[in-house]
């Protein structure tokens, strides 16, 4: 009995060494493949928390910069926030923060680049349409309005629809084109909710085209209330 079982085992041990000479070193590249994988998301994890960490503390010296009132010193650490940090949300907020200054002090060129590099460079859609927002009010002030209308075509994130439409109203206003602007203002007052006060500053520009949108546009609840959905549900 014992004899049987030594070549029951002798012969398990061979298939094992077939197997695994015939699918050892396939396991062992999955596993380093597995085990690698692993290390590399916990590697990057800290790699991005240590990049996080110290874009925090690199936008702490472009707020010192900015309130300082020292361009050089400014330019130098926005530079170095972009050159070392320039796929953060730290270094967006930066580039809007030093664009803000820029212009305050009336260096208008410096402010646009700051504007542009957000503009073009953020991964986040948020940053980019406030940047671009922001240009737009840039150019419309040095009454580069083409450049302004290009800045607020294309997609936008569904929350700045109706500040798109009424910096475009702003900017046919400028040229001059009082019915396109109307239509842009118009969109704007219905986009934004009757709670928001910048609301009421879109009815302030209606009104000075002779428009009164609080008589001649229905408000959001008034819409919803006509909708054929609401209708049906009245009924029921």
């Known amino acids: ?11 398990q041990l061979d298939e094992l060494k077939h197997f695994w000479k015939q699918y050892g070193d396939l396991i062992t590249w999955t596993l380093i493949a597995i085990f690698g994988s692993f290390a590399a998301w916990n590697g990057y994890q800290y790699w ?4 996080q960490a110290q874009a925090a503390v690199m936008y702490d010296e472009v707020e010192r910069a900015a ?4 361009p050089a010193r400014l330019d130098r ?4 926030m972009k050159d070392k940090f320039g796929g953060t949300a730290f270094a967006q907020q930066a580039g809007l923060l030093a664009a803000k200054t820029y212009y305050d002090k009336g260096n208008v060129d410096a402010a646009k680049s700051s504007l542009s590099w957000v503009a073009g460079k953020s991964a986040d859609e948020g940053y980019q349409a406030l940047a671009k927002l922001r240009l737009a009010g840039v150019l419309l002030d ?8 290009q800045q607020l075509s294309g997609s936008f994130p569904k929350d700045f ?14 040229q001059g084109k009082k019915s396109e ?5 118009e969109k704007a007052y219905k986009g934004m909710d009757e709670r928001t006060e910048y609301r009421r500053l879109v009815e302030v520009k209606l009104n000075a085209l002779g428009v009164n949108p609080s008589a001649s546009l229905p408000s959001p609840a008034a819409a919803a209330a006509g909708s054929p959905a609401s209708a049906t549900e009245v009924k029921q």
């Not at 650490?77 to 170095?80: C, H, N, Q, T, V």
């Not at 602007?181 to 203002?185: D, F, G, H, I, K």
């Open 77 to 80: 650490a926005l530079a170095d």
């Open 48 to 51: 991005q928390r240590n990049q």
């Open 67 to 70: 309130a300082s009132g020292e």
């Open 1 to 11: 009995m014992a004899k049987h079982l030594d070549v029951e085992e002798q012969e």
């Open 181 to 185: 602007a109307r239509t842009e203002y």
């Open 161 to 174: 629809a109706a500040l798109v439409a009424d910096r475009r109203g702003d900017v046919l206003s400028a």
């Open 142 to 149: 040095a009454r580069a309005f083409d450049e302004a209308l």
